[in-house]
């Protein structure tokens, strides 16, 4: 029996990827405060990050522990580039495999069906500012820690399944050669698993179905004027 993506009280190994990666141009004077959801994105003038995103499978976590185990500051995120051939970079984005997004990558590989674990996603894009704006970068979901990384710096962290949430990039974007890294992380944890109770249920039933509407979004750039 294949594993929905969206069953995460059943099979919580899914991992639910709905990147509707908007990047929001907001007026100074609109307040958007650290924590706080941005609203209406249907609403607003999107640019489509949807397609193919860059990935790398990292089971034991090499891309973000060092060898004393604890998180490294040149980990996958950096995404770098040899410079000689004495360099020692044992991984490339570049020449990785994709997947698609919007998606889970659990139906997009077979090998990948009861996969649980780490992966890297990377999606590179240019983008024009306009002055006198503030920038924010929203994603619809990812399953189900989600640790996200612009031209190699940490902008935030995120846990939930099925929420959506954004982060502020204005100080951080270019207008060419910016590389958007999300390492998404669906391993099962004993302290994020609660005990079903009839209301929690009935709670999941209705969380089920907003799942099942953001499978339909997609990855954008988005300009509020």
Same mark, same amino acid.
């Given at each position: 029996?294949?594993?929905?993506?969206?069953?995460?009280? $059943?099979?919580?190994?899914?991992?639910? #990827?709905?990147?509707? #990666?908007?990047?929001?141009? =907001?007026?100074? +004077?609109?307040?958007?405060?650290?924590?706080?959801?941005?609203?209406?994105?249907?609403?607003?003038?999107? /640019?489509?990050?949807?397609?193919?995103?860059? %990935?790398?499978?990292?089971?034991?976590? +090499?891309?973000?522990?060092?060898?004393?185990?604890?998180?490294?500051?040149?980990?996958?995120?950096?995404?770098?580039?040899?410079?000689?051939?004495?360099? =020692?970079?044992?991984?490339?984005?570049?020449?990785?495999?994709?997947?698609?997004?919007?998606?889970?990558?659990?139906?997009?590989?077979?090998?990948?069906?009861?996969?649980?674990? /780490? %992966?890297?996603?990377?999606?590179?894009?240019?983008?024009?500012?306009?002055? @006198? +704006?503030?920038?924010?970068?929203?994603?619809?979901?990812?399953?189900?820690?989600?640790?996200?990384?612009? @031209?190699?710096?940490?902008?935030?962290?995120?846990?939930?399944?099925? /929420?959506?949430?954004?982060?502020?990039?204005?100080?951080?974007?270019?207008?060419?050669?910016?590389?958007?890294? $999300?390492?998404?992380? @669906?391993?099962?944890?004993?302290?994020?698993?609660?005990?079903?109770?009839?209301?929690?249920?009935?709670? /999941?039933?209705?969380? =089920?179905?907003?799942?099942?509407?953001?499978?339909?979004?997609?990855?954008?750039?988005?300009?509020?004027?």
């Amino acid at each position: 029996m294949s594993c929905s993506p969206f069953r995460n009280f $059943v099979c919580h190994s899914a991992a639910f #990827v709905a990147m509707w #990666v908007v990047f929001l141009a =907001l007026s100074p +004077t609109i307040r958007a405060q650290d924590g706080t959801l941005i609203q209406n994105i249907d609403g607003r003038k999107t /640019t489509s990050l949807d397609g193919q995103w860059r %990935i790398i499978i990292d089971p034991y976590e +090499t891309g973000y522990y060092d060898y004393r185990y604890e998180p490294s500051a040149n980990g996958y995120f950096k995404d770098a580039k040899p410079k000689s051939k004495s360099d =020692l970079v044992e991984y490339d984005f570049d020449t990785s495999e994709s997947l698609n997004v919007p998606g889970d990558w659990n139906s997009q590989r077979e090998r990948l069906m009861l996969y649980e674990g /780490t %992966i890297w996603y990377k999606k590179s894009f240019d983008y024009q500012r306009r002055e @006198n +704006t503030r920038l924010f970068v929203y994603f619809g979901a990812a399953n189900y820690v989600a640790d996200v990384y612009l @031209n190699g710096d940490k902008i935030g962290r995120h846990e939930g399944g099925f /929420t959506p949430f954004n982060f502020e990039i204005t100080r951080l974007v270019r207008e060419r050669g910016n590389f958007l890294i $999300v390492k998404v992380d @669906n391993k099962r944890r004993r302290d994020a698993v609660l005990r079903p109770t009839r209301e929690r249920l009935a709670r /999941t039933d209705t969380r =089920l179905g907003e799942a099942e509407r953001r499978k339909a979004q997609s990855a954008n750039i988005c300009a509020d004027p």
